[in-house]
């Protein structure tokens, strides 16, 4: 088993850096209008011959009700009407991304995100999934990870009964706070005994995984109200939790600027809410998984974990990153193979595509041998805390020190201030480097100097 994470404030101080949260590498920031549907369309065809295994992931970007700290793509409306013509467009893309594809290839991980998933009526629902079925292999005996973004408000027993029958056998929880206070601050009113129905619903209907999403750094909040919304979230028993730093770009966020800044914690309150939500965590059982997640021992993130087995792609950790990711839907991400690409984030020229029968591809890029060499080295440590340099030595045909020779001396740093164990085989992060592997994964990044740090929240 993987030690307990230690808390280190002198660290967390000196290296708590703004920089990527590597859903992918290169990330998204690196993504160019050069790339476009052509290049999809080659990439679906390359995966079709070599018959891989698929994650679709679809995009609802409907809610009912603005929340202050979003940074999601969304549109506010409380017009349903709406999720019509999208909902057309998205089952004409469907069509124009399968028939690129085998109807051999199985759908291994499906996740519905928002935006607010349940925004669509129940029929909506069902015709959406009557779609992916329809044009894509969907297994039908449970034993997918098809998984769907819940907020309490917009969920009852029915709309749960409905998705378990629809074949999802995962849901993810927004929850950020329980405070009325922070609530009202951020404009998202959710009861306890909200959250708490879905949960028994969830748990009735034979769901196989429950996840709880929390912010912290949210205005009005304080160590001491966020360590009662983290009882109470314990209480519940999620099977993971994931613990998000709030990061405040206005200047990015149009919704964020309703936020007073002046409501918000400092610094030295953040850290004081993270370090003892690790140790509510920790003595409740949940495991450290990494990049802001827990989960219980059993769960198979963590199993994965123990196992080296464990990757990490825009949807998060997950135990599919041998999978194609298929994005469908406004502002979507696919990668396929070595090809990253993503559809448009402005609604109206992605409907407009589809209306013309084109794909809403806008940008993207494709993979550099040096690009894969990284990814690999980033995804071993930012998954496994652990890297052994045989591994990429023999999968790319690379002497490592040499190839990173330029790195040393900031890994070196790095092993000085107890972040990592360096030696001539391999990277250890240390117990009190895993809060802060981004700051590692970061070193490996040649693309960082080139960028705006302020377009990446902190590692705290």
Same mark, same amino acid.
């Given at each position: 088993?993987?030690?307990?994470?230690?808390?280190?404030?002198?660290?967390?101080?000196?290296?708590?850096?703004?920089?990527?949260?590597?859903?992918?590498?290169?990330?998204?920031?690196?993504?160019?209008?050069?790339?476009?549907?052509?290049?999809?369309?080659?990439?679906?065809? $390359?995966?079709?011959?070599?018959?891989?295994?698929?994650?679709?992931?679809?995009?609802?970007?409907?809610?009912?009700?603005?929340?202050?700290?979003?940074?999601?793509?969304?549109?506010?409306?409380?017009?349903?009407?709406? /999720?019509?013509?999208?909902? +057309?467009? %998205?089952?004409?893309?469907?069509?124009?991304?399968?028939?690129?594809?085998?109807?051999? +290839?199985?759908?291994?991980?499906?996740?519905?995100?928002?935006?607010?998933?349940?925004?669509?009526?129940?029929?909506?629902?069902?015709?959406?999934?009557?779609?992916?079925?329809?044009?894509?292999?969907?297994?039908?005996?449970?034993?997918?990870?098809?998984?769907?973004?819940?907020?309490?408000?917009?969920?009852?027993?029915?709309?749960?009964?409905?998705?378990?029958?629809?074949?999802?056998?995962?849901?993810?929880?927004?929850?950020?706070? %329980?405070?009325?206070?922070? *609530?009202?601050?951020?404009?998202?009113?959710?009861? %306890?005994?909200?959250?708490?129905?879905?949960?028994?619903?969830?748990?009735?209907?034979?769901?196989?995984? !429950?996840?709880?999403?929390?912010?912290?750094?949210?205005?009005?909040?304080? /160590?001491?109200?966020?360590?009662?919304?983290?009882?109470?979230?314990?209480?519940?028993?999620?099977?993971?939790?994931?613990?998000?730093?709030?990061?405040?770009?206005?200047?990015?966020?149009?919704?964020?600027?309703?936020?007073?800044?002046?409501?918000?914690?400092?610094?030295? $309150?953040?850290?004081?809410?993270?370090?003892?939500?690790?140790?509510?965590?920790?003595?409740?059982?949940?495991?450290?998984?990494?990049?802001?997640?827990?989960? %219980?021992?059993?769960?198979?993130?963590?199993?994965?974990?123990?196992?080296?087995?464990?990757?990490?792609?825009? +949807?998060?950790?997950?135990?599919?990153?041998?999978?194609?990711?298929?994005?469908?839907?406004?502002?979507?991400?696919?990668?396929?193979?070595?090809?990253?690409?993503?559809?448009?984030?402005?609604?109206?020229?992605?409907?407009?595509?589809?209306?013309?029968?084109?794909?809403?591809?806008?940008?993207?890029?494709?993979?550099? *041998?040096?690009?894969?060499?990284?990814? /690999?080295?980033?995804?071993?440590?930012?998954?496994?805390?652990?890297?052994?340099? /045989?591994?990429?030595?023999?999968?790319?045909?690379?002497?490592?020190?040499?190839?990173?020779?330029?790195?040393?001396?900031?890994?070196?740093?790095?092993?000085?201030?107890?972040?990592?164990?360096?030696?001539?085989?391999? !990277?250890?992060?240390?117990?009190?480097?895993?809060?802060?592997?981004?700051?590692?994964?970061?070193?490996?990044?040649?693309?960082?100097?080139?960028?705006?740090?302020?377009?990446?929240?902190?590692?705290?």
């Amino acid at each position: 088993m993987l030690d307990a994470i230690r808390w280190d404030t002198d660290l967390i101080r000196r290296y708590d850096l703004a920089g990527p949260r590597y859903t992918s590498y290169p990330t998204a920031v690196q993504f160019h209008s050069q790339v476009g549907s052509f290049d999809l369309l080659h990439a679906l065809r $390359e995966s079709r011959k070599a018959q891989r295994p698929l994650s679709l992931y679809v995009h609802v970007p409907f809610c009912a009700n603005i929340c202050y700290y979003c940074a999601c793509n969304k549109v506010i409306t409380k017009d349903r009407g709406r /999720a019509l013509p999208y909902l +057309q467009r %998205l089952e004409q893309e469907i069509q124009l991304v399968a028939c690129h594809l085998d109807p051999q +290839q199985k759908v291994e991980q499906l996740h519905f995100g928002g935006g607010t998933p349940t925004f669509l009526s129940h029929d909506e629902l069902r015709q959406l999934m009557a779609q992916l079925r329809k044009h894509f292999n969907l297994l039908d005996d449970d034993s997918g990870d098809y998984g769907i973004e819940i907020d309490p408000r917009e969920a009852d027993w029915s709309t749960m009964g409905l998705l378990r029958e629809l074949g999802f056998n995962r849901v993810s929880i927004g929850l950020q706070d %329980l405070d009325p206070a922070v *609530q009202r601050a951020v404009n998202r009113l959710q009861s %306890l005994e909200e959250t708490r129905a879905v949960i028994d619903a969830a748990r009735t209907l034979q769901f196989r995984s !429950i996840n709880i999403d929390l912010i912290y750094g949210l205005p009005k909040q304080t /160590a001491e109200n966020f360590a009662r919304t983290v009882e109470e979230v314990i209480s519940l028993q999620p099977d993971r939790l994931s613990v998000f730093n709030y990061a405040h770009l206005p200047e990015r966020f149009m919704p964020q600027r309703r936020i007073n800044s002046s409501d918000l914690p400092a610094p030295a $309150e953040k850290l004081q809410m993270l370090q003892r939500t690790i140790e509510q965590l920790t003595a409740a059982g949940y495991r450290y998984i990494g990049m802001d997640h827990f989960a %219980l021992p059993d769960d198979e993130l963590a199993i994965a974990q123990e196992e080296t087995t464990l990757q990490r792609n825009f +949807q998060g950790y997950t135990t599919h990153g041998h999978c194609d990711l298929i994005g469908l839907g406004v502002s979507a991400i696919s990668q396929i193979g070595d090809l990253y690409c993503q559809n448009s984030s402005d609604l109206n020229e992605y409907q407009n595509a589809l209306a013309s029968s084109q794909l809403g591809t806008s940008r993207g890029l494709v993979c550099t *041998q040096d690009d894969r060499i990284r990814r /690999a080295v980033i995804q071993q440590l930012i998954c496994n805390f652990h890297l052994q340099f /045989a591994t990429i030595e023999q999968q790319f045909n690379l002497d490592f020190r040499g190839y990173f020779g330029e790195l040393w001396p900031q890994l070196q740093a790095m092993a000085t201030d107890g972040l990592i164990e360096l030696d001539s085989e391999k !990277i250890l992060v240390l117990p009190a480097g895993r809060l802060l592997v981004r700051s590692v994964c970061m070193v490996f990044d040649a693309y960082l100097e080139q960028q705006n740090r302020q377009r990446f929240s902190r590692v705290i």
